[in-house]
């Protein structure tokens, strides 16, 4: 399934939040087993290098990392700005992650 159904020869477009460990690292293993470019994204630079890094090892050489801390709008600013410039759409998103804050549930942001 490597190809959109809609788009031969265009591969679908994936961001995976909270994706260097647990649910969301496995997200991004199934979706790269699928033929979807997989952008695995985590606050720690590090740790989301050494996730894309396993998957890369594992076979998925479409899995790329990108920062992202997704209770800072810059951070959200800067990944829109990487998918537009490198890839011109986003077909996937995966909202998975877990935020710490315990007086915290929803954050809204503008369109700014």
């Given at each position: 399934?490597?190809?959109?159904?809609?788009?031969?020869?265009?591969?679908?477009?994936?961001?995976?939040?909270?994706?260097?460990?647990?649910?969301?690292?496995?997200?991004?293993?199934?979706?790269?087993?699928?033929?979807?470019?997989?952008?695995?994204t985590?606050?720690?630079?590090?740790r989301?290098?050494?996730?894309?890094?396993?998957?890369?090892?594992?076979?998925?050489?479409?899995?790329?990392?990108?920062?992202?801390?997704?209770?800072?709008?810059?951070?959200?600013s800067?990944?829109?700005?990487?998918?537009?410039?490198?890839?011109?759409?986003?077909?996937?998103?995966?909202?998975?992650?877990?935020?710490?804050?315990?007086?915290?549930?929803?954050?809204?942001?503008?369109?700014?």
């Open positions: 399934m490597a190809e959109s159904a809609l788009n031969p020869g265009t591969k679908r477009i994936a961001v995976v939040t909270g994706a260097n460990k647990g649910i969301g690292f496995e997200i991004c293993r199934q979706l790269a087993s699928n033929g979807v470019k997989v952008v695995l985590a606050r720690d630079v590090t989301g290098n050494e996730a894309a890094e396993k998957l890369r090892g594992d076979g998925y050489s479409d899995v790329i990392f990108h920062q992202l801390d997704v209770a800072d709008p810059a951070s959200i800067s990944l829109a700005d990487f998918i537009k410039t490198q890839f011109g759409k986003l077909d996937i998103l995966v909202m998975q992650l877990r935020y710490p804050r315990s007086d915290s549930y929803c954050y809204c942001y503008s369109k700014e």
